[in-house]
């Protein structure tokens, strides 16, 4: 049963658009969701997140949207950039120390 | 300051061969975490660790033993690989910070 599910495996997106990718989860005691970037042969790198009290948190070219009543949360990169492209996951917890993972988006931003 | 280390980097190993993933940091986390990075399956919990001594199974934890003697290290053990246990495994601590990864092939 995937709690965390990232419907679109991959997505192309023109450089200095907007990327949006989503994420959608079924367990309504998670409270907390990260986004993780992740290059070939590294480790993720957190990227951003945001608490089950907000609806919205920005950094910089970043913003997590999170809407409770559907259960569902984006990530929107705006502008796009080559280097933007990566595997993106979304995770989720609530608050048991263990964090649930998406399948992941491959973002390709194309120059 | 290091943060999460994992060793070693690639093993390639026959199918009923043990071996031991290392995950080291120096950050003094008192949360440590494997998990397995499958194509199509995303990253998924097989073990994590609350404190030193502490263990808890994950998502996918059968195959798999760990063990967290000090706060720093938390050993992944395969008793007796198999096949299915091909993949990307990353150590995490507290915060979700993840190593650079061990690519493991079992042949």
């Known amino acids: 049963d995937q709690q965390v599910k990232q419907n679109s495996p991959s997505l192309s997106v023109q450089e200095g658009r907007i990327s949006i990718l989503n994420c959608d989860y079924t367990n309504s005691m998670f409270d907390y969701f990260l986004w993780y970037k992740k290059y070939p042969a590294e480790g993720p790198t957190f990227l951003i997140s945001?608490?089950?009290?907000?609806d919205k948190n920005e950094d910089g070219r970043f913003t997590v949207f999170l809407n409770k009543s559907a259960k569902h949360l984006s990530l929107h990169i705006v502008p796009s950039q080559p280097g933007d492209s990566a595997v993106y996951f979304c995770a989720a917890t609530s608050g048991t120390y263990k964090y649930i993972f998406g399948t992941g988006t491959r973002l390709k931003v194309l120059a | 300051n290091a943060g999460v280390t994992q060793t070693p980097k690639f093993r390639v190993l026959k199918t009923g061969q043990s071996m031991t993933l290392l995950c080291a940091q120096d950050?003094?986390?008192?949360?440590m975490y494997w998990y397995r990075q499958d194509p199509g399956m995303g990253l998924r919990l097989i073990h994590y660790?609350?404190?030193?001594?502490?263990?808890a199974k994950g998502e996918v934890p059968d195959g798999y033993n760990v063990s967290r003697l000090k706060k720093q290290n938390f050993l992944l053990g395969l008793e007796s690989a198999a096949p299915s246990q091909t993949s990307v495994y990353f150590c995490a601590s507290s915060y979700q910070l993840f190593g650079s990864g061990t690519r493991l092939t079992v042949v």
């Open positions: 950050m003094n986390h008192e949360y």
């Open positions: 660790s609350v404190g030193e001594g502490t263990t």
């Open positions: 945001i608490s089950s009290i907000k």
